[in-house]
């Protein structure tokens, strides 16, 4: 079947693609002739949008992507579940870039320092086609040293709580971004399949109401039932953690089964590029001008015309008759928008561009930070895909006769979110309490997220668990290095800088102590920062050494009202003080969401979509 699915795509590319600029005069005005609506970026915002605006024949769409399709570029690793963690690199180093799908990105120092590599939009979001855009490496010096390089993502389908969307639309005074409004489009983009039962092995409580059952994306489990999963559900009854059915409904509180956007049949990974572009190819008026940068937006006086772009070092103009929608993600939508006159004047000044509309673009990012804990484990587990060969040759097997094993599954099938619990909580100071009290009484501060993995080429089994804080009180910024979009922009998280997201992290590793003991799984040692001393301050530099952004970044064109000092953008991705240009991806979500940003950016895109095809 994934053959098959392949051979199709094959089939119509070259009809559905744009063509590039070096052709005859005839066919490049062909190509080049206005269209009604341009998107900027093929991720997962882009590619639903441009869907949703294709199903409607009078409207011609085009999609704008620096990168290529990530079957060709990235293979296995980026369709096979369990391949995912291979895209972690160790370094900044060039070699361990894969320039096709990788920006490099490069943030300012960071006060966490572990020196991997991880995946940040797309632990919530997926990689759609071509390049995501999230701060990927981090620039080394004598101070702290994080390297965070972006391929793909586990593809994990969960969403956030009813509190946190009925706080979203008080703050931007629009109740259809309340939750009882907002779930009929996490519903739509979804096909919901139950786990498979006889190949997992074991029964898993799901919420079907909460799914829809007509969208072009795959829900589902994996066919692995991981060894670990008796000692972790084990470990959260020791937390007094109640079962949660799927994450979906709009309750965090608890542990459970997470959903995943993968095949049902295939277990090969779903992406907005599997279930929405493959659809839009059937739209007569549908281009995507694939290995193509997207320099600027053009405007006639504050009404935006078109985009500038560039293929293959060659400069065109492709005009949009209706609107320009960006969709590049939370860096570079950001990105975009300054180089093309619309942001903070100050930063703006710097680089001699004109001044179009002055709004804060880039200034209020927002990201979850985690962090990595590693054991031996006791039990089989994916970690050993690294080092074992025979351990991989067995899984392939597996996987190529009959879909099931450790390859369908990204390392983890359980997590939990909790409220930071008494004792714990008494430890805090009073100006930590006032800041999270903040949050909705149903949010979750903490992540208990456990997988399989291990070191590199490990012959033995291992697990990771990796908690973290979902309540943020730290605001990360995004800048410009240059007047030119192709130039990485200054991304700055401001990862786990504040006070109280601080406090809450030694709570944190405190409450982390029991669970891993609860567990019952690991041997010896933690084997990533070892023994930490007894003091808060001891604990606390000892967790920055395995600290992380996890990239879940949001918010750097936020939504909200005009009066609103805070935003780019309103309630429909409307740009504030220009025409013609509209914003629809995670930045301009206004507030980080508890858990992963995947499923909310999707609901995102078919709320503004449903938004545009009805004139708003």
Known sequence: MALRRFLTWASILSAALAAPPLLDQQ????YLRPLIREIIGGGTAGLTVAERLSEDRTISVAVVEAGGFYELDNGNVSQIPAFYIKNFNQTVAPETVQPLIDWAYVTEPQVVSNTRSHVEEAMLIDTGFGKPSIPLLSRQNARREVTLV???????????????????????????????????????????????????????DYDLAAYGSGGPLHVTYSNYYQPMNPGLIKGFEA????????????????????????????????????????????????????NTIAKKILFEGTTATGVQVETAGVSYTLEAAKEVIVAAGVTRSAQMLMVSGVGPREILTQHNIPVIVDRPVGQNWQDHCAFEFQYEMNVEGNAALEGDKQFLYQATEDFLRSRTGPLTSWGGDILGFEKLPNPYREALEQSALDELAELPDDQPELEWLIASHGPQMAMTSYVTFTPAILAVTSKGTIGLTSADAADNPTIDPKTFSSPTEQALGVQMYKRLQEFVNATGLTKGPELKVGELGTSDADILEGIKQTGLPWYHGVASCPMGKENDPNAVVDTNGKVFGVRGLRVVDASVIPL?????????????????????LRGL
Do not use: C
């Open 592 to 612: 980080i969401a508890p858990g992963h940003t995947m499923a909310p950016v999707y609901m995102v895109a078919e709320k503004l979509a449903d938004a545009i």
């Open 239 to 290: 937390l007094n953690l109640s079962s949660q059915y799927g994450f979906s409904s709009g309750q965090m509180d608890g542990f459970g089964y997470l959903a995943v956007s993968i095949d049902p049949v295939t277990q090969i990974k779903d992406s907005s590029e599997t279930a929405f572009l493959t659809q839009a190819f059937n739209a007569t008026k549908f281009r995507v001008y694939k």
């Open 150 to 204: 972006y391929r793909t993502e586990a593809a994990k389908q969960l969403r956030p709580n009813k509190g946190y969307h009925n706080r979203w639309a008080e703050l931007v005074g629009d109740l259809s971004w309340a939750w009882d409004n907002i779930l009929p489009f996490y519903k739509k983009s979804v096909a919901f399949t139950p786990p498979n039962t006889e190949k997992l092995g074991v029964e898993i």
């Open 27 to 30: 066919a490049a005005e062909g």
